[in-house]
């Protein structure tokens, strides 16, 4: 199974979010830390927020912010909303498949099994998995500055 670019941008855009927790983030800083471009990520920005992964502050200090807490939205949740389908083979299809075995194939058993175990797993990780995974995200996304270039701004002049 392969997932689609708008689902791993969403992920990346939920996580941009969560690194800068307590501000809101501006989707051309997520476009340019990712490089990808804005209208894109705009367009994944409509299903995240009709599901309440993120919140949207219009207005010209406006921007976008997760819709709940970092560890409370699943990696399941996120596919779930940016996955148009999950059919493994064609027979998952209703009214498409031409095998006579549809009813009772042990492949189409075995497809479902498999992608049970996959929505389990994701189930399991959290956007603040993936953040707390990475303690340099912050300055990774140009969220923060480099850890050097922070301290001597933190340092007091003599």
């Known amino acids: 199974m392969r997932l689609t670019k708008q689902t791993n941008y969403a992920v990346r855009m939920l996580m941009y979010c969560a690194a800068n927790e307590g501000k809101l983030s501006r989707i051309p800083e997520i476009a340019r830390a990712y490089g990808v471009s804005e209208l894109f990520l705009f367009k994944i920005l409509q299903p ?3 599901a309440g992964l993120i919140e949207t502050v219009r207005g010209r200090n406006g921007g976008v912010r997760l819709g709940r807490a970092a560890d409370r939205i699943t990696l399941f949740d996120v596919i779930r909303v940016t996955e148009d389908s999950f059919a493994m083979a064609e027979c998952f299809e209703e009214g498409v498949a031409e095998c006579p075995l549809v009813d009772s194939c042990g492949l ?9 175990a996959f929505f389990d797993v994701l ?12 303690p340099q995200i912050n300055f990774l996304l140009g969220i923060d500055p480099p850890p050097a270039i ?9």
Do not use: F, G
């Open 108 to 116: 189409n058993s075995a497809l479902r099994k498999a992608l049970n």
């Open 150 to 158: 922070a301290k001597m701004v933190a340092a007091p002049a003599a």
């Open 48 to 50: 995240l927020t009709k």
């Open 123 to 134: 189930a399991d990780y959290t956007i603040d998995d993936l953040v707390k995974a990475r």
